[in-house]
């Protein structure tokens, strides 16, 4: 969550230009509901200066009728002025909760992804769009995924693999973890699926996206299904004050996760690419606010590595303020490519969330003469499995409709190659 005062402290112009780079600001509001909790409290403050006063000044002895009456007053006007101060300041709280990170300078203007800095390119050239086939229909007649089965257990947006595309989903996940483990330095985490609000809160899925998210209830409790594992591993040092020579600390899980998808009706009906559950393996990192740059150039590297390895044509690209992320200040797109609809399609944003999430997750760093400073969080895709199956059969089809895999694979599935009809060689 962010300092009210210095979100502001630039000035209405500063904050204008914030509020065209993030549309989801209103400086308006902010600045009038800072204004009402500042003048609330310092009514607090002159009323409990007058009460104390008049204790003070009164004569010796007994207190008379009058004197019982005027402190009734007086303590009751304090009463509600207090009540209206916790209204002010639980209203200002809940708009800063709704403030999206600030964007980095470094940050490119523009609100979607066509405004998009291409960096790099990397992997085999991409293979041509003409007459490429969708990964749906791929998976489909190898008999490796079954999208009736998925729609008949659960309804839209669900997926079922089978056999070599099941072993070909465990394969990815070992590897992943393998590769991110034994030669990125990160450490495993198998960490809830279920979390409760404050845990939400503090990597900044709510209270904004609560629409998205799937919620449970049982008596009295509330737990979210968690969108991705950034919630559970991030907050893993909720609440902790860490010490700057421990940092940076590194993290990673392979969970499933679950997103309602509100806001994407309509979008990538077909296959495996937006889905209500699926499964991805998640990096965090925490580290001082001066290593930030460094720590997110070099998760970017991590995710890419991934696709390296696995032999994928791939891009790097900056995304501009409008298309961030509600905590991130800066962010990477790793997209692979996909030629079933000729085009590159994100699996890995990589983000910079400066001080947002520890700010609202109460994560602080010592430092060495005592002085404590909140860290900064940054997260990672390495990668989705769904979105990498996707990729890995279109990619790899052949004319005789077998998929050939990357060797890295190989050690994990014990096959290079999937035929028709689910058979493996």
Not at 311 to 340: I, N, Q
């Amino acid at each position: 969550m962010h300092d009210p005062q210095e979100l502001l402290k630039d000035g209405p112009q500063a904050v204008r230009r914030l509020a065209r780079r993030r549309h989801d600001l209103d400086p308006a509001a902010l600045a009038d509901a800072l204004r009402e909790r500042n003048g609330a409290q310092a009514e607090v403050t002159r009323l409990r200066t007058e009460l104390n006063r008049t204790a003070r000044t009164r004569r010796s002895g007994p207190p008379t009728e009058e004197e019982k009456a005027s402190a009734r007053a007086l303590r009751g006007e304090v009463q509600r002025a207090e009540a209206a101060a916790r209204t002010a300041a639980a209203h200002l709280t809940e708009l800063l909760l709704s403030v999206p990170n600030i964007p980095l300078d470094a940050v490119p203007d523009g609100d979607s992804e066509k405004e998009a800095v291409e960096i790099r390119r990397g992997g085999p050239a991409p293979r041509p769009a003409d007459g490429a086939r969708h990964h749906a229909d791929i998976g489909e007649s190898l008999g490796i995924l079954d999208g009736p089965a998925a729609a008949r257990l659960s309804g839209a947006r669900f997926a079922v693999a089978r056999g070599a595309g099941a072993r070909l989903e465990r394969a990815l996940r070992d590897f992943l973890l393998d590769l991110h483990t034994r030669e990125h330095g990160y450490t495993e985490q198998s960490v809830p699926f279920l979390v409760d609000r404050d845990t939400m809160t503090g990597t900044g899925q709510l209270p904004k996206f609560e629409d998205d998210l799937f919620r449970t209830q049982v008596g009295e409790r509330e737990l979210f299904l968690i969108p991705t594992a950034e919630v559970p591993l991030t907050n893993l040092v909720a609440g902790r004050i860490l010490d700057s020579r421990s940092l940076p600390l590194a993290f990673t899980a392979c969970t499933p996760c679950f997103r309602a998808e509100a806001g994407a009706y309509g979008r990538d009906t077909r296959g495996i690419l937006r889905l209500h559950q699926f499964e991805k393996v998640e990096l965090v990192r925490v580290c001082a606010p001066e290593d930030a740059p460094a720590q997110l150039e070099l998760m970017v590297n991590h995710a890419e590595e991934c696709l390296k390895r696995l032999e994928l044509a791939h891009r790097v690209v900056l995304l501009p303020a409008g298309d961030l992320g509600f905590s991130a200040r800066m962010t990477y797109d790793v997209e692979v490519w996909l030629p079933g609809s000729g085009s590159y399609r994100e699996i890995s944003s990589v983000s910079d969330c400066g001080t947002f999430q520890a700010r609202r997750a109460d994560i602080r760093v010592k430092r060495p003469d005592g002085s404590r400073t909140p860290a900064v969080t940054l997260n990672g895709s390495a990668l989705p499995i769904g979105r990498t199956v996707a990729a890995l059969l279109e990619q790899g089809v052949r004319e005789d409709g077998s998929v050939v895999l990357p060797e890295a694979l190989v050690p994990y599935t014990g096959f290079r190659r999937i035929l028709p009809g689910g058979d493996t060689a």
